[in-house]
């Protein structure tokens, strides 16, 4: 009898085939539980190195995938949810304390030059620290 041998599938991997099986969910637009979501994702490809593959590189294209998403989606609409109404209504905030020191954590590793060069990260991390700063 001939044993039928699957090649390792990763954590990384198994996340990344549920999010090709939900594309038909990506048209739906951001929250706080989907921000909570990518910066789980981002943490999970960036800085965990147990869950990352056994390869020395994250596949381009994935990366690739992640880093427009990022710019061009997330920090954008995190970006636009920094107002005086997300201060006085936490449901409003797109993340919270927790999630958004992960997601600097996150960037000031990968990107260590983005709070310099991209003003919808320097707009997210001034109010976030401002607002805290305040509330202390």
Do not use: G
């Amino acid at each position: 009898m001939e044993l039928i041998t699957h090649p390792e599938v990763t954590h990384f991997t198994r996340l990344a085939q549920r999010v090709r099986d939900n594309e038909l969910e990506t048209w739906r637009p951001l929250n706080s539980q989907r921000m909570t979501a990518f910066i789980h994702m981002i943490r999970l490809i960036w800085i965990d190195v147990e869950n990352r593959s056994r390869f020395s590189e994250i596949p381009t294209s994935m990366e690739r995938t992640l880093n427009t998403a990022l710019m061009r989606r997330v920090l954008p609409f995190c970006s636009r949810h920094c107002n005086e109404y997300s201060t006085l209504v936490k449901e409003a905030r797109p993340m919270n304390k927790e999630n958004f020191l992960e997601l600097k954590r996150c960037l000031d590793w990968k990107y260590p030059d983005l709070r310099n060069t991209c003003r919808y990260w320097r707009n997210v991390c001034y109010f976030y620290e401002e607002k805290w700063n305040k509330e202390e």
